[in-house]
Each structure stands twice: as structure tokens, then as C-alpha cells.
């Protein structure tokens, strides 16, 4: 129960993540660069900490340890395309269209799991998280408009979710290779490469801007990366990874409700009536999972 918990709390975490991209006014690419080099920076140090006072992981040989290295610069690979895709997203749709859209993460995470890990989900679970991703269509439909700058936000949010599911799907490989700590200062390292790399290829500014702006990216990085991720990586060791990805249908709502107090993006009546949905199917995998855990 712990796992889910943490899996709960990082969701509430994460769902900031749009708000301080709007906040920051910072191009995509910029954005996603200085969010995962904040990041970096910030757990490196940790990493170096946590690999003092552990107990030391049992040596791999040359070849394990050449896969793992590979696996964890594709998880920073994938970690990269998912914000490099969902910060533009930002730029052409609304909070609420681009976080419904991105959420829908389970349902390339079950996918995945099932052709990579061999997890499949039962026929309870399944119908919960379509449950929960009609209730995110819902949210999605009163703003959504299938034309012009707002079409290429939503297919940049769902490519989004693609690569966030592939993300953690490989942290849950990954789970008994390294620690969490190391595993995230690797992957978020990797990510903020993988994003100048892309930046400087398409000339995209990496800065100056306002000191502000430095700022709000400074606490998307502390906030939704260093705090939310890692709950959310810590939770994808524990439980199965689309229960974690389910989870996260929760943020559209979240978002949603940030995006109304804070930038007066009025919700509909669609909110309330997709939210129950989400609720309901969440809660639904939840009790699924925690009966599967007690059952071992």
C-alpha cells in the first residue's frame, strides 16, 4: 500500500508540471532542457550520498552491465521525447485537452507491459481503465477542436503519453538493477543531454530569460521531477506499471482545477461528469491491485 500511496501523492505533484511550464514562458525544448538539467543537478549529489551509506549492489558483469547502461540512456531518450512532445503540446492546446490527452498513458503502458513484461491485466482492471479514459475523453470534449494549432496538440500530447508509458516501462525492467536515486540521476542526466542535443539540432533558445522564468523551471524540476517522478518511479518497483500509469489519470482534473484558479481556464460541465469517470474507474484498478498484493 505504500507504493500506491506514493503513486498518489506523486500524481498530485506532477499535475503542477503544466502550470509552471505556463508559468515559465520558456520555448518547449528550453523548457524541457533546464527542467531536466535542474533536475540532474539536483539529484547527482543525492546519488552520490545514497551509494555511500547503501549496501553495495552485487557487481554485474561487462555484458549486464552494457545493457543496463544502454536501457537506462533509452529510458532518458524516452524521458526527453515525452517532454519535449508534451511542453509543445502546451503551446497549441489548452492545460485541460493536453493533460486528458497525455493521461491516456495506460493505455500504451498496458500494451507495452503486456507484450514486454507479460502483465496483463484482468477483465475487472481492463474495464476499469476504459472507464477512466472515457471519463478523460469527456474532460477533453468541451475545448477539444479537431482543426488548425489545436489538432497539433493534441497528437503531441498523446505522443506524449506514448513515450511516458515507454519511460516507465523501463524503469520497471530496471527495478533490481540499480538504486532509485542512481537510476534517476542517470536517466534525468541522459534526458537533459538528449534534450540540448535536440535543442542545438533545431536551433531552439536555451536562453537567456527572465530570471522568473529560471525560477519556475527551477521548481518544475524540484516539484513534479525530483519529488513527483521519483514517488512514481518508486511506485512502478513495487506495483504493476499500468496501475501507476492509471494513476495518473487523475492529474487532468487536478490540472484542470489549477488551470481555472490560477489562468481563469473555465472548466464545463464536462469536468464533473468525465471526473466522476476517472474516479470511479481509479479507484476501481486500485482495490484490483491491493486485492492482487494481499492475495501474495
Known sequence: MKALFAALVGVMVTSWGSILVRLAAAPPLGAAFWRMAFAATILLPVSVLVRGVSPPLPAPSRPTA???TSMMMLSGCCLALHFATWIASLSYTSISSSAVLVSTVPI???????VFLGEKAGASTAAAILVALAGAVVIGTGDYDPSGRRLL???LALAGAFFAAAYLLIGRW????????????WVYGSSAFFLLVMALSVGASLGPYPA???????L???????????LLNYAVRHVRAYVVNTTGLGEPILATLYAFLIFGERPGW????GGLLVVAGLVRVLLDERRRLAAL
Not at 108 to 114: D, I, K, P, T, V
Not at 174 to 185: E, H, M, P, S
Open 108 to 114: 500504451f503502458g498496458l500494451a507495452l507491459s503486456a
Open 66 to 68: 552494457i545493457r543496463v
Open 270 to 273: 464536462h469536468l464533473v461528469a
Open 220 to 230: 518544475m524540476a524540484l516539484g513534479p521531477s525530483v519529488i513527483g517522478h521519483s
Open 174 to 185: 530496471l527495478r533490481d538493477q540499480r538504486n532509485l536515486v542512481t537510476y534517476l540521476a
Open 153 to 155: 496538440g493534441d497528437l
Open 212 to 218: 522568473s522564468s529560471y525560477l519556475w523551471l527551477f
